[in-house]
């Protein structure tokens, strides 16, 4: 049991300090990501399912997409324990959420994306730690 609140402590401080990519605000500064919207399972012997459900600021926000995949980069990147990764948009949120939860869980379109230059260095300003 303290396992798991040490590791939904350290996936929630790893997240919130993640910036937007218009506002000069982190996603927990927005409310975009809150201690309520991550959770962690015990899947096998030191092995956690970590599920993020995060509120975009507008139903139709326009770069659900782009939070999206900061979230799961930055985390595959932190996260000091083995785990599977699971981030969805908050349900009811978002106009189009679950287009956007299934390419956020899919690992070949977000591998394809982290190839787009343009995109990489979006993802890379949002999720560097500020100084």
Request: with cysteine; proline share 5%; aromatic share 4%.
């Amino acid at each position: 049991r303290y396992i798991i609140v040490c590791h939904l402590s350290s996936a929630l401080d790893i997240i919130r300090t993640i910036r937007d990519p218009e506002k000069p605000n982190t996603l927990e500064e927005l409310e975009v990501v809150t201690e309520s919207c991550v959770e962690v399972h015990e899947i096998g012997e030191d092995e956690y399912l970590v599920v993020i459900r995060f509120t975009p600021t507008v139903p139709h926000c326009s770069l659900a997409t782009l939070i999206g995949l900061c979230l799961r980069i930055k985390l595959q990147r932190c996260l000091p324990f083995r785990h599977k990764l699971e981030i969805y948009i908050s349900e009811g949120t978002h106009s189009t959420e679950e287009d956007i939860n299934k390419q956020i869980n899919d690992k070949e379109r977000v591998a394809a994306a982290m190839e787009n230059p343009n995109l990489r260095e979006i993802v890379e300003q949002c999720v560097t730690e500020p100084d």
